[in-house]
C-alpha cells in the first residue's frame, strides 16, 4: 500500500507540474536547466526520505516485484509482469497455450530471469532503453527493439507474444 504513491496520480501530477514549470523558465528566461537530472534527483530524493522514514518496504505481489528478490508466479489471467529495481524470475515453461496470447515483462533498473519451454510457439518482441535483452541465442541489445522468435516457430499454430521493456535493467531469457 505504502509502494503506490509512486505509481499515484498525485506524485506523478507534481513532477509533471515541476517538470512544465522548469520549461517554461527556460524558455522565458533563456537559462539552461538539466531536465533529466533533476527529475532523477527529485525520485531518489523521494525514495531516501521514505526509506528514512520507514515507510518503504520491498513490495511483492503476484505479477508486480518492487525493491526485492521475488519468484513471480504465472497465471492465466495475468498479462502483466513487473519488476522494479529488483530481482525476479518467471517460469513460463509449463504454459499450454490454444490460442494466441500476449503478455508484457516490464523491467526498470533491476535483472528479470524469464523461463520458457523449447516446445513452446513463441515470439518475443523486446524495446530495450540503456539495458540489456538477452535471448535464447545468446544475442543481446542494448538499445533499440528487436524480435525473436523459437526456434520451431510456425505462424499457422497458436502464438506466445511477449512484448518486453527495459529501462536501465536486464531481462534474461532462457530454456527449460
Not at 505479477?63 to 508466479?73: A, E, P, Y
Request: net charge negative; aromatic share 14%.
Amino acid at each position: 500500500m505504502k509502494a503506490k504513491i509512486l505509481f499515484s496520480t498525485s506524485f506523478w501530477g507534481i513532477i509533471l507540474i515541476l517538470l512544465g514549470t522548469l520549461f517554461l523558465v527556460q524558455e522565458f528566461f533563456n537559462i539552461n536547466i538539466p531536465f533529466f537530472t533533476i527529475l532523477i534527483s527529485c525520485v531518489l530524493i523521494y525514495f531516501g526520505i521514505k526509506l528514512i522514514n520507514g515507510n518503504f518496504h520491498a513490495k511483492k505481489m503476484e505479477n508486480l516485484n518492487i525493491f526485492g528478490s521475488h519468484i513471480l508466479s504465472y497465471g492465466e489471467e495475468l498479462n502483466d509482469y513487473s519488476n522494479i529495481f529488483g530481482e525476479s524470475k518467471l517460469d513460463i515453461s509449463t504454459i499450454n497455450i490454444n490460442e494466441d496470447k500476449t503478455i508484457e515483462i516490464n523491467c526498470i533498473f533491476g535483472d528479470f530471469k524469464v523461463k520458457l519451454s523449447e516446445n513452446l510457439n513463441y515470439k518475443i518482441v523486446s524495446n530495450t532503453i540503456f539495458g540489456k535483452t538477452q535471448m535464447i541465442d545468446r544475442s543481446t541489445d542494448g538499445f533499440g527493439s528487436q524480435i525473436f522468435m523459437s526456434s520451431d516457430f510456425n505462424s499457422n499454430l497458436p502464438c506466445l507474444t511477449i512484448k518486453s521493456s527495459v529501462i536501465f535493467g536486464q531481462i534474461e531469457y532462457f530454456e527449460a
